[in-house]
């Protein structure tokens, strides 16, 4: 690490060096030009002034034009310098501005969750590569997601698990193939209609610093509904206790960066507050990126003990690399290399003895070694 560090250092160092450089020679060059127009202009007057006579008064003004009219260029070519670059920033912005729309956020079939309706996903022979990445994330990936299904997606990190979530959200577009919705590709729908039908839990989220109940409802003035509703959730997600021990309840202001009575969460705390927040939308499909990675393990044992009754009524997709986590899903699918591995329930991928099996046996023995280590602590 320190080597690399060094390395970097002496990169920037150098590029500085060589841009100051850059700057020391145009500044020398604009003194000898400057100092050139002046020199021969001087001249001529103090020529024509011992030669002609040249009056004294038209000496000075003479004088004053000449210095005047180097300041107005000095400006004018300061001011096309600065011109210049500000329009090489406005290109980028104007080239940022013209790139086509991947997605169909303005047309596009529109679509609705509508309540009793069902949703089946599909990935047929997708493939996808990040730009300007050299090889692929996911390799021609075929998945079925039945509608009400619980489908728990796990493997080591880098397997593509993630990756494979945000196609399914319509983050991106594969490289090849097609991801269907109900048998139709999403590429038909409109997008932001498309979105509708998700609620998820990251890895990455941001908490803003508001009241505890507009966090969940992301509705600033929530009337008496809206607050029962973001109370049920937020009770749902495991934070019961921390709420009855708010002097201030659902109103109570999260950061402190703008309000002084403001409270500052851990990061137990922060994940189910977005799992809150995802059981307040209430879309028919939910995903769980890791939902419990800053859990302690009581936190967590309750999350799998109540994750049948947060996804009631919903097709549910739990991404973790805990494969010790996912026995209450109903099929599991196994993630290596960017593709599927193995496929089935937890016994049955037990049984075939496989992939799936034997991270089970490590991850169980580290943590089993880990709780010796507690008790004999």
Known sequence: MQDVYESARSLFEGFVARRE???IRADIVDVLLSFARNGIAYLYLISRTL?????ASEFLLYFSAVGGFTTWVTGILSEM????????????????????????????????????LTYELRLHNVRFRYPGAQTDTLHYVNLTIH??????????NGAGKTTLVKLL???????????????????????????QLFTAVFQQFSVLETTLAENVTQVFENNEAQLSRAEECIRKAGLSQKLDR?????????GKEVFEDGIELSGGEMQRLMLARALYKGAPIMILDEPTAALDPIA????????SDMTSGCTSVYISHRLA??????????????????????????????????????????????EGESDEG
């Open 81 to 116: 310098s600065t011109l210049h670059l500000q329009c090489m920033e406005l290109s980028t912005i104007r080239e940022c501005l013209d790139l086509p729309e991947p997605f169909r956020f303005e047309d596009g079939e529109p679509l609705e969750a509508k309540p009793g």
């Open 300 to 307: 967590e044992n309750d999350l799998y003990l109540k994750y």
């Open 51 to 55: 030669e002609q006579g040249l009056p």
């Open 169 to 195: 959200c319509g983050f991106y577009d594969p490289t090849e193939g097609e991801v269907l919705l109900n048998g139709v590709d999403i590429r038909k729908y409109n997008r932001k209609d498309y979105y």
């Open 246 to 254: 708010l002097p201030d309840g659902l109103q109570t202001h999260i």
């Open 325 to 370: 986590s996912t026995r209450f899903c109903d099929r599991i699918i196994l993630m290596a290399s960017g593709q599927i591995a193995e496929e089935g329930t937890h016994d049955s991928l037990m049984a075939l003895n496989g992939k799936y099996a034997e991270l089970y046996a490590i991850q169980s023995k580290y943590y089993n070694e880990k």
């Open 147 to 156: 509608p009400g299904e619980k489908l728990a997606v796990v493997g080591l």
């Open 21 to 23: 450089m850059v700057y």
